[in-house]
C-alpha cells in the first residue's frame, strides 16, 4: 500500500490552488498528480480538512471483538497460558 502525502505538502498544494492557481500548474510544480490536485481540493471542500482519510479496518471489529474481556481476564489470570490453552 502506498503512503499518504505528508500535511505540510497537502497544506501548500490547498494554499497554492485558494491563491489562484490552477490545479494542474500546482500540481507540476509540486510533482504531484493532478489527479491528487483536484481530489485533495474535493475531500477539502467536503470535509473542511485536507488530512487523509483513515487506512485499514476499524478498530474492534474482528473476529475475536465479541471475546476481548473473556480473552484479558484469562491472561491476567494465567500470564503463563499459551495459545492453544486458550482455544
Do not use: N
Amino acid at each position: 500500500m502506498g503512503r499518504c502525502y505528508s500535511m505540510d505538502l497537502r497544506e501548500r498544494v490547498v494554499a497554492r490552488i485558494a491563491s489562484g492557481h490552477s490545479r494542474r500548474s500546482t500540481a507540476e510544480h509540486f510533482g504531484v498528480s493532478e489527479s491528487f490536485a483536484i481530489k485533495l481540493m474535493q475531500r477539502q471542500s467536503r470535509a473542511g480538512s485536507a488530512a487523509p482519510a483513515r487506512q485499514g479496518r476499524p478498530r474492534g471489529s474482528g473476529k475475536l471483538a465479541t471475546f476481548e474481556a473473556f480473552l484479558i481476564g484469562e491472561v491476567e489470570r494465567r500470564p503463563d497460558i499459551t495459545m492453544p490453552e486458550l482455544a
